[in-house]
Nanobody, 122 residues
Framework: QVQLVESGGGLVQAGGSLRLSCTAS????????MAWFRQAPGKEREFVAA????????YYPDSVKGRFTISRDNAKNTVYLQMNSLKPEDTAVYYC???????????????WGQGTQVTVSS
């Protein structure tokens, strides 16, 4: 099992940047593929970014490609989400997730953090 704790959310103006962090417990962090999802009020939880266990591959949906960057530091058991050029529509609770499987569906991830709020003002 792995426990995940997100941090770094907050309020930012449109066009600004934030970096989210997600720190995992356990000694097998590098075995997990990691992902970020987000959920806005009244909407489905949607995929934002994913990275393989060794950090060699990443994937983004078109909505954030070129603006968001996922990375990880396995020595620190931490995955990051650098968010640039933020838009009001990026406002949501952001969750990190972990699983041995690789994928973009929320149903594939067994382990979740508690979420961190990101609010982008116009």
């Amino acid at each position: 099992q792995v426990q995940l704790v997100e941090s770094g959310g907050g309020l930012v103006q449109a066009g600004g940047s934030l970096r989210l962090s997600c720190t995992a417990s356990g000694r097998t962090f590098s075995s997990y593929n990691m992902a970020w999802f987000r959920q806005a009020p009244g909407k489905e939880r949607e995929f934002v970014a994913a990275i393989t266990g060794n950090g060699g591959n990443t994937y983004y949906p078109d909505s954030v490609k070129g603006r968001f960057t996922i990375s990880r530091d396995n020595a620190k058991n931490t995955v990051y989400l650098q968010m640039n050029s933020l838009k009001p529509e990026d406002t949501a609770v952001y969750y990190c997730a972990a699983d041995y499987r690789w994928g973009y569906s929320r149903w594939q991830y067994d382990y979740w953090g508690q979420g961190t709020q990101v609010t982008v003002s116009s």
